[in-house]
């Protein structure tokens, strides 16, 4: 089986159509619809693809419209916004069987020293991700072994994560939890030395656990599902060079949820404690 590090990469490597125009494999899979990291890495890739290579992206504004369709290829159409001294614009439109699913606007800065710097520290102190357990190694733990369809899911899972706190299995053990959450990730293997590919296989890592933190008071994580959840949007802040095959701490919060919908954010950090990158995204929640 390919690696799936590898397989991530390949999935990022778009093909160019035309002009401004980018087509992306969507995998086959069992899922009900696309995996939303998936569509957001592939549309900063396009966008990455029309601008300077000593420009890399800051942030990034993203719409999810509609649910993609697994096994359907999805088309990018990029519009070169601005191109400026010091800032680079672009918006990613993705369509797929003529209709759009998603939309994206990067802005991309080329560096420059800035005349102060601060950070606030890391929230709390976590464990060592080398002392932590794979999340596959814990479900096989606990179920005896994992259903096939999630060792199938898990073989293929392109990032090894660590949950940093206990995994919960039942009502009994959310009572009283706060709607916080903290994993380490890495690649499970080596993504080469293209920025840009490690920042849009960050950006497909940033939609995997972030709305966690907004079920947790409310749902065990790992054990029956009472609500159906899509992310609606998402936003993310790239402040610092970072190789996301290496690890990096995702620590998660959602200071509200209602209306049927939740609000998550994320700090990612680096095994120093630098910031690398700040993430915000609102899910819709809905009853099964």
């Known amino acids: 089986m390919t690696n799936p590090a590898e397989s991530l990469v390949d999935l990022l490597d778009l093909e160019q159509i035309e002009v401004n125009i980018f087509r992306g494999r969507s995998p086959q899979e069992s899922l009900q619809r696309v995996?939303?990291?998936?569509?957001?890495?592939?549309?900063?890739?396009?966008?990455?693809?029309?601008?300077?290579?000593?420009?890399?992206?800051?942030?990034?504004?993203?719409?999810?419209?509609?649910?993609?369709?697994?096994?359907?290829p999805i088309v990018y159409q990029v519009e070169r916004v601005r191109d400026g001294r010091s800032f680079t614009t672009r918006r990613v439109t993705a369509v797929q069987q003529g209709r759009t699913i998603f939309n994206l606007t990067a802005s991309?800065?080329?560096?420059?020293?800035?005349?102060?710097?601060?950070?606030?520290?890391?929230?709390?102190?976590?464990?060592?991700?080398?002392?932590?357990?794979?999340?596959a190694e814990e479900i096989r733990k606990h179920l005896g072994a994992l259903p096939e369809q999630l060792e199938l899911m898990a073989r293929r899972q392109p990032?090894?994560?660590?949950?940093?706190?206990?995994?919960?299995?039942?009502?009994?053990d959310i009572d009283g939890a706060e709607p916080r959450s903290a994993v380490w990730m890495r690649a499970v293997g080596p993504l080469g030395d293209d920025p840009l590919i490690h920042t849009c296989a960050l950006t497909y890592a940033s939609d995997m656990t972030l709305l966690d933190a907004v079920r947790i008071p409310v749902e065990p994580l790992w054990g029956q599902r009472n609500f159906d959840m899509a992310s609606l949007d998402h936003a993310m802040w790239f402040h610092r060079p970072f190789r996301a095959d290496e690890w990096f701490l995702y620590d998660q919060e959602s200071p509200i949820a209602i209306g049927g919908r939740g609000l998550a954010r994320g700090r990612i950090y680096d095994v120093h404690g630098q910031l690398l990158v700040s993430v915000v995204q609102e899910g819709l929640f809905r009853s099964l």
Not at 108 to 135: C, I, W, Y
Not at 159 to 172: P, Q, T
Request: overall charge negative; proline content about 14%; cysteine-free.
């Open 35 to 72: 995996f939303g990291g998936q569509v957001a890495g592939q549309a900063l890739v396009a966008a990455g693809r029309t601008t300077e290579g000593d420009r890399p992206v800051h942030s990034l504004h993203a719409y999810f419209l509609r649910p993609g369709r697994p096994g359907v």
């Open 159 to 172: 990032f090894d994560i660590r949950y940093v706190d206990r995994l919960r299995w039942n009502a009994d």
């Open 108 to 135: 991309f800065h080329k560096p420059e020293e800035g005349p102060f710097e601060h950070q606030l520290p890391p929230a709390r102190e976590v464990p060592d991700p080398e002392s932590l357990p794979p999340v």
